[in-house]
């Protein structure tokens, strides 16, 4: 009989316990979460912000004439830039234009539609005009101090 009496007791004890930590985990799952922005809000912030930013144009019209060790440096370094650029508060609207081809297939397999780039498959001429384009190059005599929004900017590269 006293078998039977302490069997019954240790499950009386055991399901308290039970009981115990399913109150704990209500009272854990209860507590109010602070109420930030979604990813899916934080996402729409930053395509808004990317369309008002100032216009950054990389051109890959001279992907033909890289060998493919180039061809990947080139497609990491614009990963890269859209990196960058995401993590800054007032992004730019960074334009790769003569998207197509080898970078095009490289790109694509890393996401590039989602991260909030404007792709353009034709030279930038056909999307903007060369008199509202600043040239930018690292053979430069002067800095840019501030940039103007009635411009687009234009990244040079020299192929030797």
Same mark, same amino acid.
């Given at each position: 009989?006293? +078998? $039977? /009496?302490?069997?019954?007791? @240790?499950?009386?004890?055991?399901?308290?316990?039970?009981?115990? &930590?399913? +109150? $704990? /985990?209500?009272?854990?799952? @209860?507590?109010?979460?602070?109420?930030?922005?979604?990813?899916? &809000?934080?996402?729409?912030?930053?395509?808004?912000?990317?369309?008002?930013?100032?216009?950054?144009?990389?051109?890959?019209?001279?992907?033909?004439?890289?060998?493919?060790?180039?061809?990947?440096?080139?497609?990491?370094?614009?990963?890269?830039?859209?990196?960058?650029?995401?993590?800054?508060?007032?992004?730019?609207?960074?334009?790769?234009?003569?998207?197509?081809?080898?970078?095009?297939?490289?790109?694509?397999?890393?996401?590039?539609?989602?991260?909030?780039?404007?792709?353009?498959?034709?030279?930038?001429?056909?999307?903007?005009?060369?008199?509202?384009?600043?040239?930018?190059?690292?053979?430069?005599?002067?800095?840019?101090?501030?940039?103007?929004?009635?411009?687009?900017?234009?990244?040079?590269?020299?192929?030797?």
């Amino acid at each position: 009989m006293r +078998k $039977k /009496e302490r069997k019954a007791e @240790e499950r009386a004890e055991r399901a308290n316990k039970d009981n115990e &930590e399913e +109150k $704990k /985990e209500e009272s854990y799952t @209860e507590a109010p979460r602070p109420k930030g922005p979604t990813q899916k &809000e934080k996402r729409q912030k930053y395509k808004d912000d990317v369309q008002a930013g100032q216009t950054v144009i990389i051109d890959c019209s001279f992907q033909d004439l890289l060998i493919q060790k180039e061809l990947n440096s080139l497609c990491s370094q614009l990963a890269y830039c859209q990196a960058s650029n995401k993590a800054h508060d007032i992004p730019t609207r960074l334009t790769i234009t003569n998207f197509r081809g080898k970078v095009k297939d490289k790109l694509d397999r890393l996401g590039v539609d989602n991260w909030g780039v404007v792709l353009h498959e034709k030279h930038y001429t056909e999307h903007y005009d060369p008199k509202d384009m600043v040239y930018l190059t690292g053979d430069a005599e002067e800095e840019i101090e501030e940039l103007d929004p009635k411009y687009h900017y234009k990244g040079f590269k020299h192929l030797l």
